[in-house]
T-cell receptor
């Protein structure tokens, strides 16, 4: 089945460490997104990409960076992790030109920054 | 500003019908989505409305009134597996070129026997 995968699924790290979260998809979708989810705040968009090497800031991009070197992969980096970046992170994909253009989500990465 | 409101929690009985409301105030509008999210899992797409009216898909229906900034998700013949969070999201721009979604905080539905 065409799918969206995220690695790692769980990560515990310390303040100040550099962290990279990976997202891969076999759906052949051109658009990819990174969200974080916090209790009581809902899903918030961090970055999104329309295609390879295209990068756009979302609602809460400070403290994060992304890379899109291939259509199937979109990575999220925390250059110097801080405790308030503890959250559940989701990658999503969508395909331009479809009638609904719904987003398909990966299984999530639970990140804890101590 | 951008605002999407939905109740925080709801409880319903197995076999019954439940309606989850969502009101929104956004600078643009190009469709409203409902997603289901079981605890610790990925949100999964349930329904989409861009024109006023009711969209039916099996046990799930979704309604939209653009003039009122209002939508609801109707779940019929509730099953225990329907216990989950239900997320309302608006595609916040005319034309939908960027496909950015604004999500509500979700409604946690508990289905009781």
């Amino acid at each position: 089945d065409a799918d969206v995968t995220q690695t790692p699924r769980n990560r515990i790290t310390k303040t100040g460490k550099r962290i990279m979260l990976e997202c891969s998809q076999t759906k052949g979708h051109d658009r990819m997104y990174w969200y974080r989810q916090d209790p009581g705040l809902g899903l918030r968009l961090i970055y999104y990409s329309f295609d390879v090497k295209d990068i756009n800031k979302g609602e809460i991009s400070d403290g994060y960076s992304v890379s899109r070197q291939a259509q199937a992969k979109f990575s999220l980096s925390l250059e110097s992790a801080i405790p308030n970046q503890t959250a559940l992170y989701f990658c999503a994909t969508s395909k331009t030109g479809t009638a609904v253009n719904e987003q398909f989500f990966g299984p999530g990465t639970r990140l804890t920054v101590l | 500003g951008q605002n999407i409101d939905q109740p925080t929690e709801m409880t319903a009985t197995e076999g019954a019908i439940v309606q989850i409301n969502c009101t929104y105030q956004t600078s643009g509008f190009n469709g409203l989505f409902w997603y289901q999210q079981h605890a610790g899992e990925a949100p999964t797409f349930l329904s989409y409305n861009v024109l006023d009216g009711l969209e039916e898909k099996g046990r799930f229906s979704s309604f939209l009134s653009r003039s009122k900034g209002y939508s609801y998700l109707l779940l019929k013949e509730l099953q225990m597996k329907d216990s989950a969070s239900y997320l309302c999201a608006v595609r916040d721009e005319y034309g939908g070129a960027t496909n950015k979604l604004i999500f509500g905080t979700g409604t946690l539905l508990a289905v009781q026997p």
